[in-house]
């Protein structure tokens, strides 16, 4: 997000002057209530009102919910400023936050309402805003962008994938959230690939000139990404094929290249920066560990699955978050104690998860002990960020840092 994108003139609630206002706060409510809610199913404390089995709606809501919020505020941030037309606003806005939100009751209480009302009120978001984007690329001409549209189906088709269990009729429900999963790897490949570099170079250039910025690397950028684009693709088709390893394995090893050249250790004392390179450091390290736990089976498998999820996704779209909300509500560019106990807290969270599965007896205290970081990271963020996301922008001059 490179720039900041021109708004019509809003007469109504400020939250829905702009994308990332509302799917940012959405976002953040529910992975912090989505969280506790599964931690209770799986200690067997409670039942999942949900007509899908407790796993899988876990699975499904962290990607197609959480996730999906997160992936519509930055895009309907972003592609303004890829496009040069208008934001989605006001009641347009409003139409798709509500599916957004129907979605997320639906699924919760499909077995009251049953799995084809739920299906249908789920999947009403992701095909209205993929038509949304569609929309947008084609009129503004911005062929660049593209892959963002096949990254949208693909989600749209994993959750369908998923309903389809449901409603008995296939058993698609594991490989429709895998599919899902390795996509959002995919698109913080893609983001994480075009933002961290652009704005380590920026920052070095103005703050630590003795350090040579991060060089352009068009080759480099496209054989990385078509080496994950394969490697995720085979993950999903054959997640337990030797070959899919050895695939993951050098998409790993490829983009661990990468994020050396992007100079991310240069850039500790900002951790609004910082975090980037650190989110994008557990999506490198969860794909080492797939490829290198497919060859020789020494961890458990949801260890290197949840590096990625919870290190990778959550540690990017808080980060993402974090510094698309300051920049686009005015505020200066600098991370505050609030924005700093965030990041720790979710970093916290990656560790305690990916332990989690090695401790034992103690299992249960650590996956509790997990979730509860998970869930203050994302509700500090929605107690501290909301005020800025429902109130007009301000002068940077006259902004206090978060």
């Known amino acids: 997000m490179a ?28 992975a912090a209530l989505a969280m506790p809610l599964w931690l209770i199913a799986y200690a067997g404390s409670g039942a999942m009102p949900s007509a899908m089995p407790a796993v899988i709606w876990h699975v499904h809501e962290m990607v197609f919910g959480y996730a ?10 972003a592609i303004p400023n890829w496009t040069g037309r208008l934001p989605l606003q006001g009641a347009p806005l409003a ?43 084609f009129a503004g001409r911005n062929w660049r962008n593209l892959p963002m549209l096949l990254a949208l189906s693909l989600l749209l088709i994993g959750n369908l994938l998923v309903h389809l269990e449901v409603l008995n009729i296939a058993e698609t429900a594991m490989l429709g959230n895998r599919i899902g ?41 496209f054989v990385v990404l078509a080496i994950t684009a394969l490697a995720l693709a085979a993950s999903a088709a054959r997640p337990d094929a030797t070959i899919t390893a050895w695939a993951t394995l050098i998409a790993g ?10 100079r991310g250790y240069a850039t500790a004392r900002e951790p609004l920066l910082f975090i980037l390179h650190i989110g994008y450091f557990w999506i490198v390290l969860g794909l080492l560990l797939l490829g290198i736990n497919g060859i020789f089976d020494f961890l458990p498998a949801t260890a290197a699955l949840h590096v990625l999820t919870v290190g990778g996704v959550g540690t990017m779209t808080l980060a993402v978050m974090t510094r698309a909300s300051l920049g ?8 505050g104690p609030g924005t700093n106990t965030i990041y720790v807290l979710v970093t916290f969270a990656a560790l305690l998860r990916v ?34 996301l429902a109130q007009p922008r301000v002068a940077a001059d006259a902004a206090r840092p978060i």
């Open 95 to 137: 139409v798709l936050v509500a599916l957004w939100l129907i979605g997320r009751l639906g699924v919760l209480f499909s077995a009251a309402i049953g799995a084809p009302l739920a299906a249908v009120a789920d999947l009403a978001f992701p095909t209205a805003f993929l038509a949304v984007v569609a929309r947008e690329i």
């Open 253 to 262: 090893m490829a983009a661990a290249l990468r994020l050396w050249r992007w």
């Open 3 to 30: 720039g900041i994108p021109r708004y019509r003139a809003q007469s109504g609630f400020v939250v829905l002057s702009a994308g990332f206002r509302p799917f940012f706060l959405a976002a953040s409510l529910w």
């Open 181 to 221: 999963l390795l996509t959002l790897f995919l698109l913080i490949s893609l983001v994480g690939g075009r933002i961290i570099p652009s704005f380590t170079r920026n920052w070095l250039v103005k703050n630590r000139a003795e350090i040579a910025p991060p060089a352009p690397e068009p080759p480099l950028a």
């Open 68 to 77: 999906a919020a997160a992936v519509a505020g930055f895009l309907l941030t």
């Open 328 to 335: 686009h509500t005015g505020r200066p560019l600098v991370a």
């Open 355 to 388: 332990l989690a599965p090695l401790a034992g007896d103690a299992m249960l205290t650590i996956l509790d002990l997990a979730g509860a970081a998970w869930t203050l990271a994302f509700g500090l963020f929605a107690l501290l960020y909301g005020a800025a």
